[in-house]
């Protein structure tokens, strides 16, 4: 019996794509109904967010935490720490704000773990529809504070040595997070700031103005002009709040972006999110932050959560 094929491949996008991510998508992607075209049911947040991910690795132990509004959960790597305590890595988790939980990216989490040998620390924040923004940056802004604050005596960890960092909406979460750090007096200080295709701008449209991948990939696989909307609306129903820099952070005050810390940017080159994630860099540099960037060739926005399947083109895939 014939499948019902609900994410075809865009024939004009399709000949730019690499064929392994091809061969993978018409195989098990293709036929995924988009949870937009559904009725919403919370319950799916209990599924894989994007097929294809790793398995999650081994690490020391592994230990969940209750914040005010959600929880944590810390990977402690085998072995003894430093003796000023393990460097930290905070993740926030991509899904649209709106999709993902504190399982869904486990496996790359518990892989900065042990491959920095670091305690990486996953944040289950609130999620759109039931609560909207500003819930995910309260409970991101949270996180970030209690492990600064805590992390020495209840996580082993040395607060001085603090990156951040997330996917999707959770890069974008991060980008905040980064300002939010620089406000706080004192600041908190970070080492860096690690954005995985972030959203930067979220009034950004298919118009393809400013940014033309919005335009150009209107029908790239997962994450199309559709898609990408419908998680807006879930997240952000007012459209007042759009512009507001805690949710679009390339409005942030240039003296408050000047503050970044260094920031690595990854991008995917058919990704419609690409450009803004760009632009976001170029107005870092611009105001003397250390920026750097990588742009994933023949890549659509999620085969970064694909790590199971494509972890040797994304460590291969090289710059333009």
């Known amino acids: 019996m014939a499948r019902t094929v609900y994410q075809p491949l865009d024939p ?37 967010t994007v097929p294809g991910s790793a398995e999650v690795l081994e690490v020391g132990s592994v230990k969940d935490y209750d914040l005010s509004h959600c929880k944590v959960r810390v990977f402690t790597p085998e072995g003894t720490p430093p003796v000023d ?14 999709l993902g939980n504190i399982n869904s990216e486990n496996a790359f989490v518990s892989r900065q ?22 819930a995910a940056v309260e409970d991101a802004f949270e996180a970030l ?4 604050e805590k992390g020495s005596s209840l996580l082993g960890v040395n607060p001085k040595r603090l990156a951040i960092g997330g996917s999707s909406a959770g890069g974008n979460l991060a980008a905040i997070m980064s300002m939010k750090a620089a406000q706080l007096d004192p600041p908190i200080p970070l ?18 103005d400013p940014y033309p991948s919005w335009k150009e ?25 759009w512009t507001k820099w805690d949710n679009s952070p390339i409005f942030a005050p240039d003296e408050l972006l000047a503050k970044s810390p260094k ?20 107005k870092l540099r611009k105001l003397g932050v250390e920026v750097s960037h990588k742009i994933y060739m023949r890549a659509p926005h999620q085969i970064l959560a694909m790590d199971g399947m494509f972890c040797h083109l994304i460590i291969t895939t090289p710059d333009p």
């Open 217 to 241: 990939l209107a029908n790239t696989p997962w994450l199309n002009t559709s898609r990408m909307l419908w998680f807006r609306n879930q997240y952000l129903p007012n459209k007042e709040d």
């Open 85 to 98: 305590g393990w460097p930290v890595y905070i993740w926030y988790h991509g899904g649209g704000w709106t």
């Open 263 to 282: 920031t690595w940017i990854a991008v995917m080159e058919l990704d419609i999110l690409r450009d803004e994630g760009l632009a976001y860099g170029e």
């Open 145 to 148: 504070q209690w492990v600064y």
């Open 12 to 48: 004009e996008i399709l000949p730019r794509l690499h064929p392994e991510y091809v061969a993978f998508h018409n195989e098990h992607v293709a036929y995924i109904v988009p949870n937009h075209l559904q009725e919403w049911d919370p319950s799916v947040r209990n599924q894989p």
């Open 113 to 134: 773990c042990k491959g920095a040998q670091c305690v990486a620390v996953t944040v289950d924040y609130r999620l759109g529809p039931e609560d909207p923004y500003p």
């Open 191 to 208: 080492l860096l700031a690690q954005l995985i295709v972030p959203v930067t701008d979220n009034t950004a449209d298919a118009s393809g």
